[in-house]
């Protein structure tokens, strides 16, 4: 799952995904007040968009150069608040305390000694701000399309729940059924959603 591997999913079809926000995100997010977001993973921009047009000023960040030239061509009404930016948060990590949402939807984020990629998500949460993190229940089959996919060798939700507590407050950790649709070729019916604040 390298850039290339991105390039081509988004590269093989005009769009991949619906075009609307992550349901989870909808839910969880909207009654958070308008500041600073990341949006980890942002493919073609959905939940970029909508939190923008919420007032917030958004850093949206993928692998793949494709995905963020289809985001950004459809930008249309988010008055410049967001910055499309190109980078790989497993090998750099954000800007720590920067974030008032870090949104973290369906992003493969794999296991690494020390948890080093988790840890820069984590600390780019400002003091008092949320975590997002959502994806699709181990349960479910074929995830990300690939039958030999291991979740595995993925962090869970429940599992950064444990590594917050108790200096977090662990506002939601369930799985909970899909409201929406799954992606076109896949069998996706439930989410697991992590929603932790950040102590001021």
Not at 49 to 63: F, I, P, Q, Y
Not at 106 to 111: A, K
């Amino acid at each position: 799952m390298n850039t290339a591997h991105w390039d081509a999913m988004y590269g093989g079809s005009d769009q991949v995904f619906s075009g609307n926000p992550n349901a989870v995100l909808v839910a969880e997010a909207a009654g958070l007040p308008p500041g600073r977001a990341l949006d980890a993973g942002c493919g073609e921009g959905a939940d970029a968009r909508w939190l923008a047009r919420r007032g917030w000023r958004v850093t949206a960040v993928d692998v793949s150069g494709v995905a963020l030239r289809r985001a950004a061509a459809a930008a249309t009404g988010t008055g410049g608040r967001v910055t499309w930016t190109r980078a790989d948060l497993m090998a750099a990590p954000p800007p720590a305390g920067a974030y008032d949402l870090v949104s973290v939807h369906y992003f493969p984020l794999r296991r690494r000694p020390g948890h080093a990629a988790l840890r820069g998500l984590l600390d780019a949460v400002a003091p008092g701000g949320t975590l997002l993190f959502a994806t699709h229940a181990p349960a479910d089959p074929d995830r990300h399309g690939d039958p030999g996919f291991d979740p595995a060798g993925y962090y869970q939700p429940g599992e950064i729940a444990e590594l917050l507590a108790p200096a977090w407050d662990i506002l939601l950790d369930e799985t909970r059924p899909r409201t929406t649709p799954p992606p076109a070729g896949t069998h996706h019916t439930h989410d697991t959603v992590l929603k932790a604040r950040r102590p001021r």
